[in-house]
C-alpha cells in the first residue's frame, strides 16, 4: 500500500466494470457515478449485468461469459449490491466473485462521523480486515444421513499469511498502531489455532505495531461496547463478516460503509450493505456506502486527489447535515433523498470539511515483496489413522464398538467412537444424545498405507454398515494434526 501522495495521477482514463446491482443498487449507482463525473474521475464505465435477472434467467451463477470477460480485461470492479435469490441451487455472486478472482482481502473501514451522525461511540475509528475466500465460504456442505448435514471449514497456512500480513502492511501505511485478531480456537484448535498461530508469528515481522488476540466472543462484546479500542482487526471470513456489519451500525449506519475486495492484481469495491430490498424504488437509500467504495477505488488506481476532492465535499455535506433518513437526527438540517444527497456533494465539491478528519487514500494492495508465504519448509507427514464416518441407526455405541472389534483392521486398532464429536465409547455418558452420525477412529503405532484404510473400509460395509466419509489422521513432523474427541 503507497500512500496516496506519492502516486503520479492516471492521465488516461481507466476502464472499470460497473454493475448496476439489484434492489436499491440502480439508485445509489447512479448517484455515485454522477459524483464521479462531476469529480472529473478519469474512469471509463463498463457495464456488466450480474445479479438477480442473470440468476432468473437459469444462470445459477448469477453471472454470465460476457460479464466475466470484462471483468477478467478491467481486473476492476465498481459494484452495487445484489440479491441472491432464497432456496436452493443459486451461489452467491458476491462470494463467486471474490473466490474466481482471488479477492483475498475484504478492507472495511468503519468511522463515526460525530457528532453529525448519531452514534453512541463518537471516538470509534477501526477497520476490519477481512479474509475472504476461505473459511465456511467455500460452501462445501453434505447432507450425510436422515439427520445431520455437514458444513466444511477450511482455514489454510497460505491463506492466513497473506491476510495476517495484508493487516500488518495496512496498519502500516495508514499509520494505525496495533492490530488485533479474533478467532475461536479454544473450540476449533486446528483450524482457528492455525490463524492465531500464524497471526503471532507475522505480528513479530511487525515490532512497530502492536498486536493482540480476543477469542472472537468477548472480542464481539468488546466492539460492541468499546469500539473506541480497536484500530486494525483481522479475523477469519465469517467473523468478519458479522462483526464488519455491527461495526459500521455502530458508527451509524450500514449505509454509510464501503468497502475494498482485494487481489494480487485485481480489486472489487462495494458497499458493505445489502440490495435493501424493503426501500428499493423509493428514492430514499443512502448512496455513501458506494460512494465511500468508489474513493477507495480512485485511491487505488493511482487518482487520490480525485477520490480526496470527492470524499471532502462527501463529509461537507454530512457536516452540512445533508442527511438520508437512516442517518437523519438531532444535527441533521435536511432529509434528503438518494439524488438530492449526490447533488449536495457534487455542489460542495472543492470544499474542505471543517471538523470532520479527511485522511489521505492510498493505494489497497501489498507490495510484491510481501506477498511470498514465509513458512513453506518441508514437514514429515505420515498417515497414522484414520476416522470413519458412519451412517448407523439400530443400537446403542458399544453395539456399535463389538461389530467393529470384530474387523481385522490391521495395522490399526479401534480406538474410539464418538457421535456429534461427543466420545460415547469406551467412555460414556448416558446423557449424551446420540443421532445416526459416528465417527469411529482407528489408529496405529506404524505408518498406515492407502491399501489398509481400503480394506477397513470394505470390510465395514461387509458388515452391513455404510461409510459416509473416511478422514485421515495424520501427524506432521510428529505432531498430531487432528482434534480429540470431546471427553477423549
Ligand atoms: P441489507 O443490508 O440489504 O438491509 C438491511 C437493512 O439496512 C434494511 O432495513 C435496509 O433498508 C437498510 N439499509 C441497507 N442499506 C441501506 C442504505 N444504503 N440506505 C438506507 N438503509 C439501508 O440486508 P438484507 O436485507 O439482509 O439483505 C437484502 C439482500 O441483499 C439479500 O438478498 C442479500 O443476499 C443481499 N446482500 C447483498 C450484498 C452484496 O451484494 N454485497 C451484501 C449483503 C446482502
Known amino acids: 500500500m ?28 447512479d448517484a455515485t457515478l454522477a459524483i464521479l463525473n462531476a469529480a472529473g474521475a478519469k474512469i471509463e464505465p463498463r457495464p456488466i449485468e450480474i445479479g438477480e435477472r442473470v440468476y432468473r434467467s437459469g444462470l445459477s451463477s448469477g453471472i454470465g461469459d460476457e460479464a466475466l470477460e470484462t471483468l477478467g480485461s478491467t481486473r476492476l470492479l465498481l459494484k452495487a449490491p445484489i440479491t441472491t435469490p432464497q432456496g436452493g441451487g443459486y ?43 476461505e473459511d465456511v465460504y467455500g460452501g462445501i456442505e453434505h447432507r450425510q444421513t436422515d439427520d445431520v448435514t ?37 473450540i476449533m484448535k486446528v483450524t482457528d489455532g492455525l490463524f492465531h498461530r500464524v497471526f503471532t508469528e507475522i505480528a513479530a515481522e511487525y515490532p512497530d505495531i502492536e498486536n493482540e488476540h480476543f477469542i472472537v466472543d468477548i472480542g464481539a462484546a468488546r466492539l460492541a461496547t468499546n469500539p473506541e479500542r480497536f484500530d486494525v482487526i483481522v479475523l477469519p471470513n465469517l467473523y468478519g463478516d458479522i462483526l464488519s456489519d455491527v461495526a459500521a451500525e455502530l458508527c451509524g449506519s450500514v449505509g454509510m460503509a464501503g468497502s ?6 485485481i480489486a472489487m469495491f462495494e ?23 468508489a474513493i477507495m477505488l480512485l485511491g487505488h488506481i493511482g487518482q487520490g486527489a480525485i477520490a480526496k476532492r470527492i470524499q471532502d465535499a462527501w463529509l461537507c455535506t454530512i457536516e452540512d447535515g445533508i442527511h438520508t433518513r437512516d442517518i437523519f437526527g438531532a444535527q441533521s438540517v435536511r432529509c434528503v433523498g438518494t439524488s438530492e444527497f449526490a447533488q449536495a456533494v457534487i455542489e460542495r ?21 510481501k506477498r511470498e508465504a514465509t513458512s513453506a519448509g518441508t514437514v514429515e507427514k505420515r498417515r497414522v489413522g484414520v476416522d470413519m464416518f458412519i451412517d448407523w441407526n439400530d443400537g446403542a455405541p458399544a453395539e456399535l464398538a463389538e461389530r467393529l472389534l470384530a474387523i481385522d483392521a490391521e495395522p490399526m486398532r479401534l ?57 485421515g489422521l495424520y501427524t506432521f513432523d510428529g505432531v498430531a494434526g487432528y482434534s480429540l474427541g470431546q471427553g477423549q
Open 91 to 133: 451461489k452467491s455472486l458476491n462470494v463467486t466473485i471474490r473466490k474466481m478472482f482471488g479477492l483475498y482481502a475484504n478492507v472495511r473501514p468503519a468511522r463515526a462521523m460525530a457528532p453529525f451522525v448519531p452514534t453512541l461511540h463518537p471516538e470509534m475509528d477501526l477497520v476490519v480486515i477481512r479474509e475472504n475466500e
Open 415 to 471: 480406538t474410539m467412537i464418538t457421535n456429534r464429536g461427543t466420545q460415547v465409547w469406551p467412555r460414556a455418558s448416558s446423557s449424551t444424545r446420540c443421532v445416526d452420525h459416528w465417527r469411529c477412529r482407528f489408529q496405529s503405532e506404524t505408518p498406515v498405507d492407502g491399501g489398509a484404510v481400503a480394506r477397513l473400509m470394505a470390510a465395514i460395509e461387509a458388515l452391513g454398515l455404510e461409510t459416509i466419509k473416511c478422514e
Open 271 to 293: 458497499a458493505i450493505h445489502g440490495s435493501a430490498p424493503d426501500i428499493a424504488g423509493q428514492g430514499i437509500a443512502n448512496p455513501s456506502g458506494l460512494i465511500n467504495a
Open 349 to 369: 465539491l472543492g470544499r474542505a470539511p471543517s471538523r470532520l478528519a479527511s485522511p489521505e487514500i492510498g493505494r489497497c494492495i501489498v507490495p510484491e515483496e
Open 150 to 186: 455437514q458444513c466444511l471449514k477450511l482455514i489454510t497456512r497460505s491463506g492466513t499469511e497473506r491476510i495476517v500480513r495484508y493487516a500488518f502492511e495496512y496498519a502500516r501505511a495508514h499509520q494505525r498502531k496495533r492490530v488485533t485478531c479474533f478467532t475461536k480456537d479454544n
Open 2 to 29: 503507497i500512500a496516496a501522495d506519492t502516486l503520479p495521477e492516471a492521465a488516461v482514463s481507466v476502464p472499470v466494470a460497473i454493475a448496476h446491482g439489484d434492489g436499491i443498487g440502480p439508485e445509489i449507482m
Open 260 to 265: 475494498a475486495n482485494v487481489g494480487d492484481d
